[in-house]
T-cell receptor
Framework: SQQGEEDPQALSIQEGENATMNCSYK?????LQWYRQNSGRGLVHLIL?????REKHSGRLRVTLDTSKKSSSLLITASRAADTASYFC??????????FGSGTQLTVLP | NAGVMQNPRHLVRRRGQEARLRCSPM?????VYWYRQLPEEGLKFMVY????????ESGMPKERFSAEFPKEGPSILRIQQVVRGDSAAYFC???????????FGPGTRLTVL
């Protein structure tokens, strides 16, 4: 699989439920970032977690990072219809470039 | 404080024409990155520039594609003799030297007929 690969590819939940998305990567990283992209739009930066951090919160978002397993998870609590979007993880290694996964398409049903 | 600006937002070209995509970074940012997104895929890194310098172009196709970030003015991604496979969304991001976060522009959607 590619660096920064998300799982699942698609997720459909009811409003109010929690949504969990996972990301796996292969090489060592400086940080891992999560982005949201609404259909046909640009990317919105959600949260950045550094390689020496294990967990980070921002509002309804909770991100974990396990460098030993080279994986991260994004939890969105109490989901809303407006959370419907594609979610991408991106890793930054020694080079400044970000390596993106193919994304998880989240659909929150009202 | 304006964010990253890209223009045009949509660009239609016929095969063989040239496409020029512009990116103005956020104020105070001197690092610019270009990414390409094909339909239903994630973004793929193309090139990383600082003012007047190409730092990393490992993601750029060897032919027809070039990028610059002059001392004055926006960064330009230039695609010569476009082909249908160049149809994609092209995103620019910028960062300051001391932070890790890259701020993305709204993208330019290129359609090659």
């Amino acid at each position: 699989s590619q660096q920064g690969e998300e799982d699942p590819q698609a997720l459909s939940i009811q409003e109010g439920e929690n949504a969990t998305m996972n990301c796996s990567y292969k090489t060592s990283i400086n940080n891992l970032q999560w982005y949201r992209q609404n259909s046909g739009r640009g990317l919105v930066h959600l949260i950045l977690i550094r390689s020496n951090e294990r967990e980070k919160h921002s509002g309804r978002l909770r991100v974990t990072l396990d460098t030993s397993k080279k994986s991260s998870s994004l939890l969105i609590t109490a989901s809303r219809a407006a959370d419907t979007a594609s979610y991408f993880c991106a890793t930054e290694g020694s080079a400044r470039q970000l390596t993106f996964g193919s994304g998880t398409q989240l659909t929150v049903l009202p | 404080n304006a964010g990253v600006m890209q223009n045009p937002r949509h660009l239609v070209r016929r095969r063989g024409q040239e496409a020029r995509l512009r990116c103005s970074p956020m104020k105070g940012h001197s690092h610019v990155y270009w990414y390409r997104q094909l339909p239903e895929e994630g973004l793929k890194f193309m090139v990383y520039l600082q003012k007047e310098n190409i730092i990393d172009e490992s993601g750029m196709p060897k032919e027809r594609f070039s990028a610059e970030f002059p001392k004055e003015g926006p960064s330009i991604l230039r695609i010569q003799q476009v082909v249908r496979g160049d149809s994609a969304a092209y995103f620019c991001a910028s960062s300051s030297g001391g932070t890790d976060e890259q701020f993305f522009g709204p993208g330019t959607r290129l359609t090659v007929l």
